[in-house]
């Protein structure tokens, strides 16, 4: 099955793209697999967050 694919418009400085741009160029990764990386990892780790919110109100 394939995966749903969206569209998400960032707003950077040129300066932070280009940066950001070389440093995909230099790990030999696809920006877009690099911008999915990051928001995954923000995502679990806030859901952990979360977690530990729970457990220590309970």
């Given at each position: 099955m394939p995966k749903e694919s969206a569209t998400l418009t960032l707003r950077l400085s040129t300066r932070l793209k280009e940066d950001f741009r070389a440093m995909c160029d230099e790990d030999e990764i696809d920006?877009?697999?690099?911008?999915?990386?990051i928001i995954a990892n923000l995502v679990r780790?806030?859901?952990?967050?979360?977690?530990?919110?729970?457990k220590q109100e309970a």
């Open positions: 920006m877009s697999d690099k911008v999915r990386e780790s806030r859901k952990r967050q979360n977690g530990k919110a729970e």
